[in-house]
Structures are given as C-alpha cells and as structure tokens.
C-alpha cells in the first residue's frame, strides 16, 4: 500500500505482462475472476476503493492503458479466432473484421462482438473517483518510465495473452461509419499525452 497505485486492468491493453512483472512488488494481485480482473472505474469505486479507505485507512491513485479504438477492436477479433474457439458463439473464424465491426456498433451486439467499452470502462463517477494516470496502450516507454520512478523497481515485460497475429483492416466505409458513432473513444484516446520519447 505504500506506493498509493492501483492498476486497473482495461481489457486487450497488455495488462497481464504488468501484472507478472509487477506482482511480486504488490500488495495485493486480483487475477480471477475476469469480472473483478478487469474491474472498471464503478466497480473499484463501489468495492475496492471503500476497502482501502475504510479497512487499510488509505487513498489510493489509479493507473490505466487505453488502446486506439480500432487497435483495441482488432486485437479482440483476432483473440477470437484461436483454433479453441471454433463452433463457440463467440468466435470470429467465420466473420469478417467489417462485421465484427458493425455488430459492435449494434445496440443489442452479438455475442461475437459483446467486447465492452474502454471509455465506459474508465468513466469517472460521480464522487470524483476516476483514473489519475492515463497511459497510451502505444507510449510503452512513457509508461515504463512512470512506474519505474512512482514504484522504485526495475522490471521487464514479457509477452502474455497475446492476440495471433492477423489482419484487421477496416473499408473505408465502416472505419468512417465506426468513428461517428464511437467518437467519444477517439476523443479520449486523442486526449491522453504521450510522455515517452
């Protein structure tokens, strides 16, 4: 707890490779369930947060990694296709990235494309609680640098759960048609600043 940082683990955003670097200088490490893994800003703000002021008497600040919007949906689309995931409703084999694309801009999405939202994911809430430190998924080197000062260790990363390789390239048409209608994604990814080289 001396270091005041919680990590919060937005999904597809290299998250796991911190965790295994970082976890034996951690306090406390949540790798299961998913749903508390990858806890968003409203649920570590009803959970965890009450917990570290009420029971460890301490107010921590948060970190997290947001991926370029159409990055983010790529690396879902291919973590979809591995071989395991073949007849499960969820699996992108048979599926274009243009209509994965277009039923995640459904309202009601198909279980194929139900991959979440990274600004719903980081919202603040109303009493203030938000992310502190926002890093671009792409300025590895700014946000390397950061926790190396606020932590006062030296780590490496490996690669862990990682998307096979594969091409996700958009029509112009839908590329176009998805910046309109998520453009609030782009609007945040636009405002975070890179503080690496």
Not at 34 to 52: G, I, Q, S, T
Request: charge should be positive; proline fraction near 8%.
């Amino acid at each position: 707890m001396s270091k005041k940082l919680v990590f919060l683990s937005v999904p597809k955003t290299g998250t796991t490779a911190y965790q295994t670097a970082l976890g034996p200088y951690a306090d406390i490490v949540v790798s299961n369930p998913p749903d508390l893994k990858h806890a968003p800003v409203y649920r570590y703000n009803r959970f965890f947060r009450p917990m570290f002021e009420k029971v460890c008497e301490v107010q921590m600040e948060t970190l997290a990694v947001m991926r370029e919007p159409i990055d983010w949906l790529g690396s879902w689309y291919r973590y979809r296709q591995r071989p395991f995931m073949k007849g499960h409703p969820n699996s992108t084999r048979d599926i274009s990235f243009d209509d994965f694309v277009l039923g995640y801009m459904k309202g009601n999405k198909p279980g194929f494309a139900n991959v979440g939202n990274q600004v719903k994911f980081l919202e603040p809430q109303p009493n203030g609680v938000g992310i502190n430190h926002l890093f671009r998924y792409d300025d590895k080197e700014g946000l390397h640098a950061f926790l190396t000062d606020r932590l006062g260790v030296t780590f490496e990363l490996q690669k862990e759960n990682v998307s096979p390789p594969g091409q996700v390239t958009l029509s112009p048409d839908v590329e176009r048609r998805f910046k309109r209608k998520c453009a609030e994604q782009f609007e945040l990814y636009d405002s975070i600043p890179r503080r690496g080289g």
